[in-house]
């Protein structure tokens, strides 16, 4: 079945490095990639989005491309913010049959440290 | 729109007595999702439902837990009897179907974070 896997965690950073988190897939068809991330006490916010193959995904700073020939859709971050500090984590959905259903990474805890 | 609505936000009962859980998606969303998330194992699909009938709910953890939708603008998730480890947090979240094509996603709400004492 569809599977999704993140780099093991918690990433811990001090205020603006440079952040990667990676995540690779497995699926048949051509899933949508997505990032999603959970802010302490919060629900689950769409973060960025990528539909097709080499289509980049990019939101507050944060960027994802959509690489079908190394299944992976890893996320980055060019200058980290105290404010970033929260769980990351990567799906993907195929729609159709599926009823749009998420298929979720187990999530990635980043902690950035001024 | 209101987004995803969910209540209560949070909830102590007492091991046995019956929790009942809702939810209201957003208007016009036709598929909605229940999901449990503990520090232990993490996001869980509990049950998803298109057009309010369930599609699969493999995810269920026993017979104690069950789903409802009743129409499109609601669905309820109930525990009973309740038991000190269904403490999480659960999340409801709605999204059209065909979304996972086009590529938005989901919409979640901010949960109800469950104690069962």
């Known amino acids: 079945g569809d599977s999704v896997t993140q780099m093991e965690g918690p990433v811990t950073l001090s205020e603006e490095a440079f952040l990667t988190i990676n995540c690779t897939y497995t699926?048949?068809?051509?899933?949508?990639l997505f990032w999603y991330v959970q802010y302490p006490g919060e629900g689950l916010q769409l973060l960025l989005k990528?539909?097709?193959?080499?289509d980049k995904g990019s939101n507050k700073g944060f960027e994802a491309t959509y690489r079908k020939e190394t299944t992976s859709f890893h996320l980055e971050k060019g200058s980290v913010q105290v404010s970033d500090s929260a769980v990351y984590f990567c799906?993907?959905?195929?729609?159709?049959?599926?009823?749009?259903?998420?298929?979720f990474g187990q999530g990635t805890i980043l902690t950035v440290h001024p | 729109d209101a987004g995803v609505i969910q209540s209560p936000r949070h909830e102590v009962t007492e091991m046995g007595q019956e929790v009942t859980l809702r939810c209201k998606p957003i208007?016009?969303?036709?598929?909605l999702f229940w999901y449990r998330q503990t520090m232990m194992r993490g996001l869980e699909l509990l049950i998803y439902?298109?057009?309010?009938?369930?599609?699969?709910d493999s995810g269920m953890p026993e017979d104690r837990f069950s789903a409802k939708m009743p129409n499109a603008s609601f669905s309820t998730l109930k525990i009973q009897p309740s038991e000190p480890r269904d403490s999480a947090v659960y999340f409801c979240?709605?999204?059209?179907?065909?979304?996972?094509?086009f590529g938005n996603g989901y919409t979640f709400g901010s949960g109800t974070r469950l104690t069962v004492v």
């Open positions: 208007s016009g969303h036709n598929s």
């Open positions: 799906a993907l959905s195929k729609g159709g049959t599926s009823y749009g259903k998420l298929t």
């Open positions: 979240a709605s999204s059209l179907s065909r979304d996972g094509r």
């Open positions: 990528a539909t097709k193959a080499d």
């Open positions: 439902f298109n057009n309010n009938v369930p599609i699969d």
């Open positions: 699926a048949t068809g051509y899933p949508s």
